[in-house]
């Protein structure tokens, strides 16, 4: 069963909602109750002024009775008249002596255990939660002569704080909800907008496949954020995706093209032989002619058989101490014979001792490749002159020929498989495999194959392998 998962625009918003919320809430009680508290806190402090200024007068009076008008005896010690305020002393036999109720209650119930507190001298707060409206109460013993006399209770309504509180609460709630709701809604906008690029890649990836790879992501212009770059990622990708399929079908092109022309020669040379009764020499001739052709696709197929090994870092390095001097002198003197032929002088000049660690074989048939190239494009009476020296640490080989060069147009191109200069050279040229195998064989050795050249000035191709 496909299990669902929520869009991450969706996660995204409800994260930002939800830790939103929880801070919110929790500050927004912290201020509930920190804002309950003073309030409260500021209403015992009231109430407690009031009995104590009660306690301290009525002390003075030493007992006298002063309740013929409470009222009056009230503004007199209090200065003002007290406003919403329930006061009243009792006696020490708990009788109540004298009243005030300036609040809109009913009788205010006299709890006994709370006069049984005082009467021991102590002061007691109380909540009054069944008396309406709800009271906050003091009450105070009055001393003489560490006697309590009588008691002294204060009492404040609560409705006005009852009234601020759920003012403030309200006005909590409605602010975390807007606060809340325009966090969904602008970071759900948001998020939809940050992930518009992800949904265009997911679009254009469906869309993609070998035989469509022109699919782009419309990014736009300047978008240089997480996203932009993603999708520039996604696009450069892309085209080099393009690249690979282009060049892995130019491949197959220039293998299939390379194998044909050998064997629709070979196949022409024995229909041909076949056609009548041929002499022995003539099957012979005929067999050697086949002989060549078989040995040009082996070796094309060797060739490639390496340079897919090199790319999948398949093939083994047999890696010894090589002196270089040695190597080229070598490789000059094998081709030698070979320049003869095609009446081009192979010169070895200014060999310098120098050592390197490298797969022989190899080394040698890099070399071979490029003075090969000299000899086999140079001109007859021409030149291919070797030479090896040591620069910055690292051991050169240059070989130089008088040929007829290669153009800027073809230079970029040589080291690239199957690439030759001139296609409508004679096939015996090659199969355009030699640099490239050499180019890999350079870089096997951490070392570089560069080439200048000049049309018709003839080319220097340079090697640079690290000395020992
Ligand atoms: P090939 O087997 O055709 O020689 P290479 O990979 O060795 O293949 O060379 C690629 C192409 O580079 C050649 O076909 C040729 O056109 C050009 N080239 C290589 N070396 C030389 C050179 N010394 N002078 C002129 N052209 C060269």
Known sequence: MKSFSLPIKWKLTLWYGGILALILVTFSSGVYIYFQNSLQKSIDTKIKSIAEVLASSMT??????LFGNFERYLENALGKKPKGKFIQIIDASGKIGARLNDLEAEAVPVSFVTLERALKGETVYETLESARPRLRMITMPIL?????TSIVQVGSSLEEFEDTMKRLLIIMIISIITSISATIVVGYFMAKKTMKPVDQIRRAAVKISSTNLDER????????????????TFNAMISRLKDSFQRINQFSIDVS???KTPLTILKGETELALRKERTNEEYIRSLQSNLEEIDRMSRIIDDLLLLSKAET?????????IELRDLVADVCLNMKLF?????????????????IIGDELKLRRMITNVVENGIKYGHPGGHVTVSSCKQNGFACINVEDDGPGISPEDIKYIFDRFYRADRSRKRESGSGLGLSISKWIAEAHNGTIEVESKPAAGSLFTIKLPMS
């Open 313 to 321: 870092k398949d093939i083994g390095m047999n890696l010894d101490k």
């Open 257 to 259: 093209h390379e194998l």
């Open 144 to 148: 003489d002569a560490k006697k309590v």
């Open 217 to 232: 992501i419309d990014i736009k212009k300047g978008r240089k954020d997480e996203m932009g770059r993603l999708a520039e």
């Open 60 to 65: 003075e009076a030493h007992g006298q009775s």
């Open 339 to 355: 320049g003869e032929n095609k009446g081009v002088d192979v010169v070895v000049r200014e060999l310098e001792d120098i050592r």
